[in-house]
């Protein structure tokens, strides 16, 4: 299985809403990222958990809240969000193994702040 | 600190014509480097990498990047090119400096193949 899974696949919500994003892997990966992504740009990294712990924080607005409660899931909290914030929003794992680890990427949420 | 440039944002070809991407990296150690493909509305896969030895790499779908440390290049190349592979293409680098956990990403070239 070298699926990485995301839902929802689309979200719409309002400012001051409180949502959730899901990833999850059974790849025995222990490295797993958050990426966002703008139209016809590159992903741009926001999160690095490590086993189970943060190893990375891009300088990401604390409107963004990472979780990752154990080796196959991670979340994205998101409350009070901006609409510049609207985005692909995804998740990549790989093994650790400094640098080297191909990461395996899911498909996305698409995320539409009103 | 490493960047990586991708020279074309866009690249129209037609079918059967090959593909030359363009790629070039700088960083003051030794790099790990990876082309990803991204179709619409999907994710990233990888489509090759290189790590170490052989500076050639190749994909199972007939792409093939050689690693140029004097240039500083990963360009990617297919000889003859299908309407499938019309997408946009990432080259992206990453180190052990931080763990070896941040890749960062060029801006990407959409290869677009026509009939």
């Known amino acids: 299985d070298t699926e990485v899974t995301q839902t929802p696949k689309h979200l719409v919500m309002g400012m001051t809403n409180k949502k959730s994003l899901k990833c999850e892997q059974h790849m025995g990966h222990r490295a797993m990222y958050w990426y966002k992504q703008k139209a016809k740009k590159p992903p741009e990294l926001m999160f690095v958990y490590s086993y189970e712990k943060l190893s990375i924080n891009e300088s990401v607005p604390s409107r963004f809240s990472p979780e990752c409660p154990n080796s196959s899931l991670l979340n994205l909290h998101l409350h009070a969000l901006q609409p510049e914030d609207s985005a692909l929003y995804l998740c990549?794992?790989?093994?650790?193994?400094?640098?080297?680890?191909?990461?395996?990427f899911g498909p996305g949420t698409r995320l539409l702040v009103l | 600190a490493q960047s990586v440039t991708q020279l074309d944002s866009q690249v129209p070809v037609f079918e059967e014509a090959p593909v030359e991407l363009r790629c070039n990296y700088s960083?003051?150690?030794?790099?790990?480097l990876f082309w990803y493909v991204q179709y619409p509305n999907q994710g990233l896969q990888l489509l090759l990498k290189?790590?170490?030895?052989?500076?050639l790499v190749e994909s199972i779908n007939g792409f093939e990047a050689e690693f140029n440390k004097s240039q500083t290049s990963f360009h990617l190349r297919k000889p003859s090119v299908h309407i499938s592979d019309t997408a946009e293409y990432f080259c992206a680098v990453s180190d052990s400096r931080t763990g070896g956990f941040k890749t960062i990403f060029g801006a990407g070239t959409r290869l677009f193949v026509k009939a």
């Open positions: 990549a794992s790989s093994q650790v193994t400094s640098g080297k680890g191909t990461q395996y």
């Open positions: 960083s003051s150690v030794s790099v790990y």
């Open positions: 290189y790590l170490s030895g052989s500076t």
